[in-house]
């Protein structure tokens, strides 16, 4: 492992004071009010690329992607985002997943459905929503399926069907992982289960939703399986993009959880 534990717990002080200070002291506010409160507004399409996400200034993205992307294989069909990972929406982000917070995942997760409807992207007639999936060894450590949570909001907003249809290998969690690593090894591990019900992928749009877009190896992988299995389109569909300009953003503010490792 390239950091190690110790390393890790080192930084577990200050960031827990700083979710205490922000969000515990509140006893975890009513997410829309903390949305609310914190003045922060979902982006509008034309501030990322549609093709990966990230962000971009005026004429930069084009039908054929970004600087980023541009002359990259991109398995997914578009991407649908919130917001740059930084600031508020990285530290939301990180109390659903590490606070046990359900309530903040259902209400990104209902602004996400939002402006998945506004895109233009969803073909309501023959979708479905599937989660990016969670080792089970994961899900019992955290307490909670961060990612199904956002995707079941996405789902009852947008009024479609959620299958979960992929399954994930234990495995080092991404965020402890380098960029190089994310992305030789994020899109692997990833196989269908039976949940599909009287559905078959044949055909068939999928909406992939995650919490986080980082290197996109994961959603990748993820889209490779579910492309082999018939499915024509595939829209990745994200809370937050880590990109350059997050990146920058959040190196003046919070580590990463050392929880992440667990
Ligand atoms: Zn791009």
Known sequence: MRISLRKHLARLGPWLDDVQETWIGWSLPPANRAI???GWKPDSAIVYCSRCGTTVGDGEATSLGCGSCRGKKINTNATVRLGPYSNELSEWVRCIKYQRWPEMGEELGTMLGSSLR????????????????????????RGIDHALVIAGAVASQLKMPLFRVLA???????VAKSS?????SGGKGFKLTRRLGGWKLSGV???L???VRTTG??????????????????????IAVSDELARRERSKT?????????
């Open 36 to 38: 609310k409160d914190a």
């Open 118 to 141: 506004d895109s233009g992207y969803v073909d309501f007639t023959n979708g479905i929503v599937v989660p990016m999936p969670m080792p089970w060894q994961r899900r019992m450590c």
């Open 168 to 174: 994930k290998d234990n495995g080092i969690p991404q």
């Open 180 to 184: 190089t690593e994310r992305i030789r």
């Open 205 to 207: 749009q999928v909406i």
């Open 209 to 211: 939703v995650d919490d």
């Open 217 to 238: 190896a994961s959603i990748r992988g993820a889209s490779k399986i579910l492309k082999k299995a018939g499915s024509t389109n595939v829209i990745a569909s994200v």
């Open 254 to 262: 919070l580590p990463e959880s050392p929880l992440a490792l667990l």
